[in-house]
């Protein structure tokens, strides 16, 4: 049985998100994007379920607007 990783590099969640370490680093600083988990001193990564439910809402919001009549 082969699972998903449960954690996510920053380089992977970049990746998955099609966003640059720039932009997940200031998302973050924001409080806009998944909280990291500390895996030592130098060293985090995200919980993939939660970057995940991260684009499925922005996915959702983009549906809610252009429902709303805005194009």
Known sequence: MTETPRLLSLNAACELTSLSR?????YRAEGR???AVNLGEKRIAFVRDEVVAWIEAR?????H?????AR
């Open 22 to 26: 720039t932009a997940v680093n200031r």
């Open 59 to 63: 996915i959702a919001a983009r549906q």
């Open 33 to 35: 994007f998944p909280q």
């Open 65 to 69: 607007k252009s429902g709303s009549g």
